[in-house]
């Protein structure tokens, strides 16, 4: 009887040894997507704080016009 067992033994190791591989080869085929959307999304982020930045430049130009513009009619207090 034992000697029935070690092969169906070592068979079911093989087994899960072969579900351990493809599972670990699907696990870095997902870890890859999400380090590649990841990288995505920090670009996505880095473009609106840039555009941000943009608008807050463009209202300080807006304001030191505003501030010329009450100088020039005496509305500034």
Request: aromatic content about 6%; overall charge neutral.
């Amino acid at each position: 009887m034992t000697d029935n067992v070690s092969p169906l033994i070592l068979e079911h190791l093989k087994a899960l040894r072969n579900e351990l591989r493809d599972f670990k080869a699907e696990l870095r085929s997902d870890v890859e997507v999400v380090k590649s959307r990841l990288n995505s999304l920090e670009k996505q982020v880095a473009f609106f704080h840039e555009g941000i930045a943009g608008i807050h430049i463009r209202l300080d130009r807006f304001d030191g016009r505003l501030d010329r513009v009450e100088r020039r009619l005496d509305l500034a207090h």
